[in-house]
């Protein structure tokens, strides 16, 4: 069964940093993009970053030269980790993490974690 266990958000201030952190685990992810998306209430999922299998990335202009996408091994799983600097009010939301389609920037389950909350506020 695949999972998606995120971590790593809270509070931070208008030009703080935070890093946030997603377990996948449940099938093999070794060939497959991972990424980043995040969703405020009222409005649909957005994509925020992707991570190739060889670590090519991809961002939204939103966070570009911004956050840093990167991606990890472990024995049992996949880590997949977002560093964002640089935060703003705009990027608070609840950020989720999934495998993607290939060639695209949709998200390959319907399955989703519970999400890590990231507040940006003065």
């Known amino acids: 069964q695949v999972q998606f266990v995120e971590s790593g958000g809270g509070l931070a201030q208008p030009g703080g940093s935070l890093r946030l952190s997603c377990r996948a685990s449940?099938?093999?992810?070794?060939?497959?993009?991972l990424g980043w998306y995040r969703q405020v209430p009222g409005k649909q999922r957005e994509f925020v970053a992707r991570?190739?299998?060889?670590?090519?990335?991809?961002?939204d202009d939103a966070v570009k030269d911004r956050f840093i996408i990167s991606r990890r091994r472990d024995y049992a799983s996949t880590m997949v980790y977002l560093q964002m600097n640089n935060l703003q009010p705009e990027d608070t939301a609840v950020y989720y993490c999934?495998?993607?389609?290939?060639?695209?920037?949709?998200?390959?389950?319907?399955?989703w974690g519970q999400g890590t909350q990231v507040i940006v506020s003065s």
């Open positions: 999934n495998q993607m389609i290939p060639k695209t920037v949709r998200p390959s389950f319907d399955s």
């Open positions: 449940g099938s093999d992810f070794n060939q497959y993009s």
């Open positions: 991570v190739s299998s060889v670590g090519n990335t991809l961002y």
